[in-house]
C-alpha cells in the first residue's frame, strides 16, 4: 500500500479531495479502587471484548457478576466500567443470549441497572432474590447446555477458531484457521439478540439470501464465499478472510486522499459494482467499513451483501 499512497505528512494541505470517514475507539481502564466492595477490572476477571470464552471462564465470571450486581442492587458499588464490559461478554456470546436476564439485556449502565431493580423490589431481600435466582439459572443452563464442540468447524480437526472478528445486531463473525490448507477463514454467524420468532425467521431468510448471492459472484473486488449451512449457534456463512484495513483504516493511515489517489479506490469498486449489477444485485449498504484493502492481494473488496437487493431490470426495481 506503501507504493500506492503517501504517508500522511507535510503534503496534506494539497490534497483535493479523500474519503471523508468517522471512527470512534472506546477504551476500558482499571478505576484504580480499592474499596472492599466494589467490583472494578482491576479486581475482577473479564475476558477482552472478542476473545473466546471457555464454558469453566464464563461460569466464573458469572459468578463475580453476581456479587458486583448484588452490591449495586443494595447500595454498594460497581465499577461501571466493569458492569458495561460483563454485559457486553455476555450478549455477545450467543449460545446463551435467550437466557441472560432481562435485567442485563435491557441495563446499559449500572445507574440503569439499580434504577430497574428499585422499580422491581422496595427492599434489599427482594433484589437479592431476583439476582441470585436469575443468575444461578443461567449457570445452571450453561452446565448442561453450553457445547464447546457444538460448533461444527471445531469438530473437524484441522479448523481452529482464533478469535472474533466482528459484532453487532446481526450476530457475530469470526476468524477459523484450516491448518491443512494454512488458510484463514471469516465465518459470519447470523444471530441476533432482540428479534422475536417471526423476526428470527425472516433473517434467516435474508441472510441466505445473501449467501445465494454471494454465490453468483466471482470477481477481484468483491469477497469470496465457500459455504453456507447451520450450527448450533445459528446459520453461517463461511467466506474469505481479508488480512487488511477498511476505508476507514485507510483514511486514519493516509489521511485525506489527492483526487489522483481516491480514483485507485474508486475505479476497482465501481469495478465490482458494475460486475454485481451485470448479475442484477445491488449492495444498497455501501460504506467506507464495507470496502476492505487486502495487504496480501493489494486490492479494494467489497463486503457485507446483507442488506443487498435482487435488481429486476426489466421494472427497474428492487425486490
Known amino acids: ?61 458469572l459468578d463475580k457478576y453476581k456479587m458486583g450486581l448484588l452490591s449495586k442492587a443494595t447500595d454498594g458499588t460497581i465499577d461501571d466500567k466493569y458492569y458495561i464490559q460483563a454485559r457486553n461478554t455476555l450478549l455477545e456470546n450467543i449460545s446463551i443470549k435467550e437466557q441472560i436476564p432481562k435485567f442485563i439485556k435491557s441495563c446499559r449502565t449500572a445507574d440503569e441497572f439499580r434504577r430497574y431493580m428499585q422499580s422491581e423490589s422496595g427492599n434489599y431481600a427482594g433484589r437479592r432474590k431476583l439476582i441470585t435466582d436469575s443468575i444461578n439459572r443461567l449457570i445452571e443452563y450453561i452446565e448442561e447446555h453450553f457445547d464447546e464442540e457444538a460448533d461444527p468447524f471445531l469438530q473437524i ?11 453487532g445486531g446481526f450476530g457475530s463473525v469470526f476468524k477459523y484457521h484450516n491448518d491443512c490448507l494454512d488458510m484463514d477463514f471469516a465465518v459470519k454467524i447470523y444471530s441476533p439478540i432482540f428479534v422475536s420468532s417471526d423476526e428470527q425467521e425472516d433473517g434467516e431468510r435474508r441472510f441466505f439470501r445473501e449467501a445465494k448471492m454471494l454465490f453468483q459472484l466471482n470477481h477481484m473486488n468483491i469477497v469470496k464465499i465457500y459455504d453456507a449451512g447451520r450450527m448450533a449457534e445459528g446459520p453461517f456463512i463461511r467466506m474469505e478472510y481479508i488480512e487488511g484495513y477498511d476505508l476507514i483504516g485507510l483514511q486514519k493511515k493516509y489521511g485525506a486522499l489527492s483526487f489522483e489517489n481516491s480514483l485507485k479506490v474508486i475505479r476497482p469498486i465501481l469495478n465490482g459494482l458494475e460486475y454485481a449489477h451485470g448479475k442484477g444485485i445491488v449492495h444498497r449498504d455501501l460504506k467506507p467499513s464495507n470496502v476492505v484493502f487486502s495487504t496480501k492481494e493489494k486490492l479494494f473488496k467489497i463486503i457485507d451483501f446483507g442488506v443487498s437487493a435482487f435488481l429486476d431490470t426489466d421494472n427497474n426495481q428492487c425486490h
Do not use: H, P
Open 1 to 61: 500500500m506503501a507504493s500506492i499512497f503517501r504517508k500522511r505528512g507535510s503534503d496534506r494541505g494539497n490534497c483535493q479531495s479523500g474519503v471523508l470517514v468517522a471512527l470512534l475507539v472506546l477504551g476500558y481502564n482499571g478505576c484504580g479502587c480499592k474499596k472492599y466492595n466494589c467490583f472494578c477490572l482491576k479486581r475482577s476477571w473479564i475476558k477482552e471484548r472478542g476473545e473466546i470464552v471457555t464454558k469453566t471462564e464464563l461460569i466464573d465470571m
Open 157 to 167: 480437526k484441522q479448523y481452529k477458531r482464533v478469535e472474533q472478528i466482528g459484532s
